[in-house]
């Protein structure tokens, strides 16, 4: 079984500068994460979507992040304009359900992005 | 507030020397507590998921644990290949949304041969 995918695995962008990171889920998986992991920090979640449904976005910068899941499959997040603090590992995971007792999130290889 | 804490925050072991780590949990009510494993440049990979306290599982040389307060992930004679950071994370019964994790900042292993 394939797990989740993400691209592109490295960005170096300037600051004010804009950039889309893609997220390819597990078939299947009707729930989609997107989290941020800064360096020495452990992840922390910026959007959820069941289905093409956002269900959370409460932790979202949304003054400069977006992101969106068309056709419940799979999922972009976009950062207009980076901000040096931006800086940080994005991450992408899945699961086959919403939130079910431990329903287990099985995470992507994620992508880095520094801004400059 | 649901909150997660990790400790130590970094651990260096000879080769067989056995120890554990810690993860000390708040939470409005535990839906799960989940132990990840992460490698330098890789995302994490789930290890267990613990419901209740008092309950144990075990793969290959680790052994996780949960009481009412906090977690432990016991490592007995690890090899260098062990080396790797170790995320703890909860997922709450009541409040925020469905399914969120809320991670510790993780404790970095290290085994020296």
């Known amino acids: 079984e394939a797990g989740v995918a993400q691209s592109p695995r490295y960005k170096i962008i300037e600051k004010r500068q804009s950039v889309a990171f893609w997220c390819n889920p597990i078939?299947?998986?009707?729930?989609l994460y997107w989290y941020q992991q800064i360096l020495g920090q452990g992840p922390k979640l910026l959007i959820q979507?069941?289905?093409?449904?956002?269900?959370?976005d409460s932790q979202l910068p949304k003054d400069r992040f977006s992101a969106e899941r068309l056709k419940g499959v799979d999922s972009t997040l976009k950062i207009q304009p980076a901000k040096l603090e931006d800086s940080a590992v994005y991450l992408c995971a899945s699961s086959l359900t919403l939130g079910g007792r431990g329903e287990t999130q099985y995470f992507g290889p994620g992508t880095r992005l520094l801004v400059l | 507030e649901d909150q997660v804490t990790q400790s130590p925050e970094a651990l260096r072991l000879q080769e067989g020397e056995s120890s554990s780590l810690n993860c000390s949990y708040t939470v409005s009510g535990l839906r799960g507590l989940f132990w990840y494993r992460q490698d330098p440049g890789k995302g994490p990979e789930f290890l267990f998921t613990?419901?209740?306290a008092g309950e144990e599982k075990e793969k290959e040389r680790l052994k996780a644990t949960l009481t009412k307060k906090e977690s432990f992930l016991h490592i007995t004679a690890p090899k260098p290949e062990d080396s790797a950071t170790y995320l703890c994370a909860v997922q709450a019964e009541y409040g925020g949304s469905q399914g969120n994790l809320i991670f510790g900042k993780g404790t970095k292993l290290s085994v020296k041969p």
């Open positions: 078939s299947g998986h009707a729930t």
């Open positions: 979507f069941q289905n093409n449904g956002v269900v959370d």
């Open positions: 613990l419901y209740s």
